[in-house]
């Protein structure tokens, strides 16, 4: 089934460990991962299982301790510290439960300055920009305001926004509609499948079931190891089927 699809993100025997004092605790532990192209890719896991962990190895934002990251084909563990941000800028994007704006700057700034390292072209980053606001429902009352004069929900959605500007192959998600309400979290979730409907690949950790749902393949984290996999269908709000093949996976995780 997954023969037509390329792999964008292959890990093999990874280990992530942390020491504090003198004790060393193994999070990640001989995994090893594959991430399809255009897939919408969920992690879930009980808590402390490894996931945020295992989502700033597999991007670059912390090193493994050892074990092998091919990204598209290139070794990204071999990279200096200065060639792996640029790798990220090029290709990554982060979405965070708590995005941090830069206070003062307006929000439509804060986003063209992030498109504007990527792209030359100061209007075509202005008309992304506007474009990507109107879709998380930001309206354009509020694109001159400055961070401080905003609900957190609105400056979450204005970081989504600034973290897809350079439209990343890869987008990073850890609980990314975490601190928000149903319905801006329903937002959230419709650009995440929409951009992934138009090839963006997504990989998503979450705690919920409603967001797990918008992905087409769920991997299961236990103790720092890929514990079940289960594959869906492509996301279609009326498929109630998925729902419950998503309950009786959880149920078998133990989750
Ligand atoms: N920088 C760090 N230094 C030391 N230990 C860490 C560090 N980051 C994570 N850990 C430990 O690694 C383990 C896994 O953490 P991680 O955040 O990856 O789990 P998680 O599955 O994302 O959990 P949650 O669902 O609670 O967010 C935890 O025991 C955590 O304390």
Redesign the pocket.
Known sequence: MEKHKNVIIEASKLNKN?K?GDIE?Q?ISDMNITIYEGDFTVIM?S????????MYVLSGMDRATSGSIVYKGEDIVSYSDDKLAVFRRKNCGFVFQQMYLLEKMSLIDNVVTAGSLVEKNKSLVKEHTKELLKKVNIEETLWHKFPSQISGGEAQRVGIVRSLINTPAVVFADEPTGALNSSNSDVVLDVFSKINNEGQSVIM?T?DKKSALRANRIIY?KDGKIFGELKLENYNINDHHREELLNNFLAEMEW
């Open positions: 942390f504090t605790q999070v896991g808590s402390g299982a490894g996931k945020s962990t295992l950790v705690h984290l």
